[in-house]
C-alpha cells in the first residue's frame, strides 16, 4: 500500500471514531423526558461514566426529596414546631390582680373553762336553819303536836364531821334553838381534834326508831320519844340531848346492852370512837355547859350528853 492510500485509510480510521464519538455524545446530551435513569457521558478518550442523579427539565427547580419511612413503619420525624404565644384574655375581663401578701389570721379567743358552782374549801363547816316546810313535813316520824317544844323553837344544824374513813362528811341534826350555837362549837372542837363519827343523820331517817338509829351507829339528836326505859319524855324530845356513836358508846342497864353490838365496848377500849372519862370529847361539851351520861352510877349512858344532865 502507497503512503497516500495508507495515509487515507488511517485518516478515516481515525475519522470515523471521532464522528461516531461525537454523534454519541450528542445522544447522550440530548434531555430524555421519559427517562429517569442515569445519563451517560463520554470523555474524549472514549470513557463512559454513570451519575446516580435524575435529569431535570430545564427552566424548573430541583425536584422534591421524597419522604422516607422509619425503619418501624411510622411517619418521619419532623422538628418540633415553636409553642405558639398565649392569647391575650378577652378585652371584657379583667387581667388577674397580682397576688397580694397573706393578712394574718387573728388568734382564736382565750378558751375560758366552764365552772361548776365552787366546791367548799376543805375544813369544817356549819350552817343554821329554821324548820322549813319540807324539813317540818319531813319530821313527820319525830315531831307531832304535843311534843314539849313546837318546831319555831327547833333548829336545823348542818355541819362537817370527820369520818372513821378519815375523809370529811356532811350531815345533819335537829336541836334546840338556846343551843344551836353551842353545838356548832362542840363539833367544831370534835373534827379538829380529829373525833371520828360513823354517821349523822336525821332520826326521821329511822323513821323515828331510836333503837334502828342505834344500831346503825348513827349519832342523833332531837326525837319527841319517851325515856329509855322509862315514862316521861327524854331530853331529846326538848332538843337539848346529843347521842354520840351508839355503838362505840352504848347503853347499860343491868345486863340490858343497848345497841347489842355495843356489848363489844364495855370494857372502854382506847379505840377510835370511844369516849372515855376526862377525854377530849367529854371536855369539849362540858366548855358548853354539857354532862356526860358516862358518869351517871346508873343506868350508865356512855353515848349520852344533855343540858340538863338527865
Known amino acids: 500500500m502507497t503512503g497516500r492510500e495508507g495515509r487515507g485509510r488511517w485518516c478515516r480510521s481515525r475519522a470515523v471514531p471521532a464522528v461516531l464519538a461525537i454523534a454519541l455524545a450528542l445522544t447522550a446530551c440530548s434531555p430524555d423526558p421519559n427517562s429517569s435513569v ?14 446516580s442523579n435524575p435529569t431535570t427539565p430545564t427552566g424548573t427547580g430541583p425536584a422534591p426529596t421524597p419522604p422516607t419511612t422509619a425503619a418501624d413503619g411510622s411517619a418521619p420525624h419532623s422538628p418540633a414546631a415553636a409553642p405558639a404565644p398565649p392569647a391575650p384574655p378577652p378585652p371584657s375581663e379583667a387581667p388577674p390582680s397580682p397576688p ?13 373553762p366552764e365552772r361548776d358552782t365552787p366546791a367548799p374549801a376543805a375544813g369544817f363547816h356549819s350552817s343554821i336553819s329554821d324548820i322549813d316546810p319540807v324539813t317540818a313535813e319531813r319530821m313527820a316520824s319525830s315531831w307531832r303536836p304535843g311534843c314539849p317544844v313546837p318546831l319555831s323553837d327547833l333548829r336545823l344544824v ?6 372513821f374513813d378519815g375523809a370529811d362528811h356532811d350531815g345533819g341534826l335537829v336541836v334546840a334553838a338556846a343551843v344551836a350555837t353551842d353545838v356548832t362549837g362542840i363539833f367544831r372542837r370534835l373534827y379538829d381534834d380529829g373525833y371520828p363519827i360513823a354517821s349523822l343523820r336525821l332520826v326521821e331517817d329511822f323513821a323515828g326508831d331510836d333503837d334502828a338509829s342505834m ?10 320519844r319517851p325515856v329509855t326505859g322509862g315514862g316521861g319524855f327524854s331530853e331529846h324530845s326538848h332538843g337539848t340531848a346529843i347521842d354520840l356513836n351508839p355503838v362505840q358508846n352504848p347503853y347499860l342497864r343491868g345486863t340490858l346492852v343497848l345497841p347489842e353490838q355495843g356489848r363489844a365496848y364495855l370494857d372502854r377500849p ?7 372519862a376526862g377525854d377530849a370529847v367529854v371536855t369539849a361539851f362540858a366548855d358548853h355547859g354539857w354532862s356526860w351520861g358516862g358518869n351517871w352510877t346508873g343506868p350508865v349512858d356512855y353515848q349520852h350528853f344533855s343540858v340538863s344532865g338527865r
Open 100 to 112: 397580694s401578701a397573706a393578712e394574718p389570721t387573728p388568734p382564736p379567743p382565750p378558751v375560758v
Open 270 to 276: 382506847a379505840e377510835p370512837g370511844v369516849i372515855r
Open 215 to 224: 344500831a346503825a351507829d348513827n349519832s342523833s339528836a332531837f326525837n319527841c
Open 158 to 163: 348542818t355541819l362537817t364531821y370527820r369520818g
Open 38 to 51: 442515569a445519563t451517560r457521558t463520554t470523555s474524549t478518550t472514549g470513557t463512559q461514566a454513570l451519575t
